[in-house]
């Protein structure tokens, strides 16, 4: 079946310092894979997207790249900011576009 | 573009009550879903529409839970009688087709107390 595992939270960093959320997904055929974005208070917003092996998804600084061989999409960023603070949701989309989330990982970006 | 909107925000009610809640998807998609994102966990997808047909609606609760999109457009979610465990944030999101590629934009969520 279709699944998702994310690292763990809470993830507290200062300012600046290099984030990076492991994601790895087990899926049939080939999905396309997602970031999603919650801030306090807000709906799910789409942070980034790739649809094939080898693509690189960015936004807003953040990267991900669609790791076919080890089945992962981990989420970087070199220099978070305090504005960065939200939970993130790492998501796959199968055949249908149904998708399926991880549960999500808290990051608390302190100055 | 507006987005997806939801009502209402909040809701408490006591156990065995109902409780409905309403979505209005982005104009044009074809596609509208609900989600179930209990506290700490992600979203759990319910039940998904195709236009006004049901295309996967697997992990909805049957004997409690019932939705409709009447007409393709508008959906509603409703819960009769609501157990202790169906608190949590009730989402909506659309997306234009039901394809893989296809981003899903979600509406605000319902927060749903039961008590």
């Known amino acids: 079946g279709n699944s998702v595992t994310q690292m763990e939270g809470p993830v507290t960093l200062s300012e600046e310092a290099f984030l990076t959320i492991n994601c790895t997904y087990t899926a049939t055929g080939y999905p396309s894979l997602f970031w999603y974005v919650q801030y306090p208070g807000e709906g799910l917003q789409l942070l980034l997207k790739a649809t094939k092996a080898d693509d690189k998804g960015s936004n807003k600084g953040f990267e991900a790249t669609y790791r076919k061989e080890t089945t992962s999409f981990h989420l970087e960023k070199g220099s978070v900011q305090v504005s960065d603070s939200a939970v993130y949701f790492c998501?796959?989309?199968?055949?249908?576009?149904?998708?399926?989330f991880g549960t999500g990982t808290s990051l608390t970006v302190i100055p | 573009e507006a987005g997806v909107a939801q009502s209402p925000r909040y809701k408490i009610i006591e156990k065995r009550q109902s409780v409905a809640f309403w979505c209005n998807p982005i104009?044009?998609?074809?596609?509208l879903y609900w989600y179930q994102q209990i506290l700490g966990q992600g979203p759990k997808l319910l039940i998904q529409f195709q236009n006004n047909g049901v295309v996967d609606d697997s992990q909805l609760p049957k004997d409690r839970f019932s939705a409709e999109r009447l007409k393709g457009v508008d959906s509603t979610l409703k819960i009769q009688p609501a157990k202790l465990e169906d608190s949590a944030v009730y989402l909506c999101a659309s997306s234009l087709e039901a394809r893989g590629l296809d981003t899903q934009y979600f509406g605000p969520g319902t927060r749903l107390t039961v008590l």
């Open positions: 104009s044009g998609h074809a596609t």
């Open positions: 998501a796959l989309s199968s055949t249908g576009n149904q998708f399926y």
